[in-house]
């Protein structure tokens, strides 16, 4: 299958990609480049065919030869949401709607959208299926409901749009990522010998490695069509359903010498959610995710390790979305809309070890 990854340089589409090339699909990239060198390790490679390209100016011409689009493109937490709520609507729910009507246009067929647990929100502990309403209480999680609403109206016989609502990710990938609960707990115990809770540590997350968001993107790209037509499945597995309290002990475990603490002011923090993955194994019963949350603690220390990751580099822009952006908005290379104000190449990610300032 001619596919088509649009966000293919970020923290998912670094492992997604040469996952479905490895399972015998022709892949091609489509990215703006906001975080082009912000690597751990060896820099990303350039395999295959990409385009630098804002998604929100894409044309049904560039769309013709491809069987399917997956877009994973967005701006990618609730900090970076906050910053800009304008921005974010425009990116990610603009920006979505833009590609997929260029990619109805030019008569492609499927549509995967990356979207996420987090538009249930403060859906509480009670497990919540993908019939449940939704309680977004974030400008991301906001255009995550926006964006699946419209891409249904899309929906006919030459047109199959999918929602993956992945739960909260983590995994090492060369595109890393500080800025999400597992990645960020486990970096901080490693390099200051503390676990950090920014909160009380009673809020629901629900989990999934990147490697499995790749094999459910995976197995709904091959499905047959009456499969995965206008459908949403939670991405994730029932017993990584944790609170962060639970991600903390497990860092502190594997982290010799260790100890959890809480910031000052630490208390509850209204996302909060459990999710019921029920669907997906029933619609794909084939389909093993294979990551424990353990397991992926171990795969991340052993990363970091490897890389030699240090407290400058965690408290740098090269890992944390919000500070990249703040980065590149501060070198005039993007508008407040995140449009790119010139054709030169975005200016390169801040050298390991150099403070890009608080988020």
């Known amino acids: 299958m001619k596919i088509l990854v649009a966000g293919d340089r970020g923290y998912i589409g670094a492992v997604l990609v040469p996952f479905l090339r490895a399972a015998g699909h022709d892949v091609d990239g489509l990215d703006l480049g906001l975080y082009e060198g912000c690597d751990l390790g060896p820099a990303l490679p350039d395999a295959g065919p990409r385009a630098t390209l804002d998604m929100r100016n894409v044309t049904p011409a560039g769309l013709s030869a491809y069987d399917a689009v997956l877009c994973l493109a967005a701006l990618s937490n609730d900090p970076l949401g906050d910053l800009n709520p304008a921005a974010t609507y425009s990116v990610n729910l603009d920006g979505t709607l833009a590609l997929a009507r260029a990619a109805k246009r030019a008569g492609v067929e499927r549509f995967l959208f990356s979207s996420s647990c987090s538009l249930y929100g403060a859906a509480g502990s009670a497990a919540v299926a993908e019939d449940a309403e939704l309680f977004p209480v974030t400008p991301y999680g906001e255009t995550k409901v926006i964006a699946e609403r419209e ?185 407040e809309m995140l449009y790119r104000t010139t054709s030169s190449p975005f200016p390169a990610c801040a050298p390991r070890g150099l403070d890009a300032g608080p988020v």
Do not use: C
């Open 151 to 335: 891409l249904s109206k899309l929906a006919d016989d030459n047109f199959t749009p999918t929602y993956l609502r992945n739960a909260t990710a983590y995994g090492a990938s060369t595109r890393l990522r500080l800025d999400i609960v597992v990645n960020n707990l486990t970096a901080v115990a490693l390099t200051t010998g503390q676990v950090r809770l920014e909160s009380d540590g009673t809020p629901w997350r629900p989990l999934v490695h990147i490697e499995d968001i790749s094999r459910a993107f995976l197995a709904i790209l091959e499905a047959p069509r009456d499969v995965v037509h206008d459908q949403a499945f939670n991405v994730g597995r029932a017993q990584d359903n944790v609170q962060v309290r639970d991600i903390a002990e497990m860092v502190r475990a594997a982290v010799p010498g260790s100890t959890v603490t809480l910031a000052d002011g630490a208390g509850p923090d209204i996302r909060n959610y459990r999710v019921d993955f029920g669907k997906l194994e029933s619609a794909f019963p084939d389909l093993k995710l294979r990551w424990s949350v353990r397991d992926g603690i171990a795969e991340l220390l052993q990363a970091y390790t490897a890389y030699g990751l240090t407290h400058d580099d965690f408290v740098s822009a090269r890992f944390v979305r919000l500070r990249r952006i703040r980065e590149l908005l501060a070198a005039g290379a993007v508008d």
